[in-house]
């Protein structure tokens, strides 16, 4: 069974780029059956999609975040990661990593979460 | 974008009463909607996809119907440990894939 882990650091600063990575175990990063995708949920608030990538390659990102926001892979290392540059306060977040089935693009497999701080 | 609005905010029960959630789309999603809860501090779970369909392992309690813009999940029986936050979301028409901003169910 698919497990996700993120990892990265939790305090980033302002105006600098935040960057995290999703570790997979139990199967294979280079299924052709999901996406792989990032969600943020602001404290207390609720779920924000950042954006989406497939096994071909193909990126999906949300156009709020779009110039700001890279979703890459490593199969060697059965890791994808998330960047997002020039953050703000507004940033801060439960950053959680999570799988799209491709057949319904729900999200089916989660990471537990991992909370990025932005401060000074 | 999809807009995706839920009701009620929060909805208190009474553990083995009926509890009936809803979702609104603000244009057709089709079938091309699921449902999550989530717990405090921990991951979302994926309850229903495809508007009516269970995920895995997920009880029978669960039950989800709908299409269009109108949504209902609805738990027969609540136990314990379904006292939680419930979200909707669409993915007929991405990017983006939106969220509704959640109904938390609590104890009455």
């Known amino acids: 069974q698919l497990q996700l882990q993120e990892s990265g650091p939790g305090l980033v600063k302002p105006s600098e780029t935040l960057s995290l990575t999703c570790s997979v175990s139990g199967g294979s990063i280079s299924s052709s059956s999901y996406y792989w995708g990032w969600v943020r949920q602001p404290p207390g608030k609720g779920l924000e999609w950042i954006g989406s990538?497939?096994?071909?390659?193909?990126?999906h990102y949300n156009p709020s975040l779009e110039s700001r926001v890279t979703i890459s892979v490593d199969t060697s290392k059965r890791q994808f990661s998330l960047k997002l540059s020039s953050v703000t306060a507004a940033d801060s977040a439960v950053y959680f990593c999570a799988l799209q089935g491709v057949a319904s693009y729900a999200f089916d497999v989660w990471g537990q979460g991992t909370m990025v701080t932005v401060s000074s | 974008e999809i807009v995706m609005t839920q009701s009620p905010a929060t909805l208190s029960v009474s553990p083995g009463e009926r509890a009936t959630l809803s979702c609104r789309a603000s244009q057709s999603v089709s079938t091309n909607l699921a449902w999550y809860q989530q717990k405090p501090g921990q991951a979302p779970r994926l309850l229903i996809y495809g508007a009516s369909s269970r995920a895995t392992d997920i009880p029978a309690r669960f039950s989800g119907s709908g299409s269009g813009t109108e949504f209902t999940l609805t738990i027969s029986s609540l136990q314990s440990e379904d006292f939680a936050v419930y979200y909707c979301?669409?993915?007929?028409?991405?990017?983006?894939?939106?969220f509704g901003p959640g109904t938390k169910v609590d104890v009455k």
């Open positions: 979301q669409q993915y007929y028409n991405w990017p983006p894939l939106t």
């Open positions: 990538l497939s096994y071909s390659g193909s990126t």
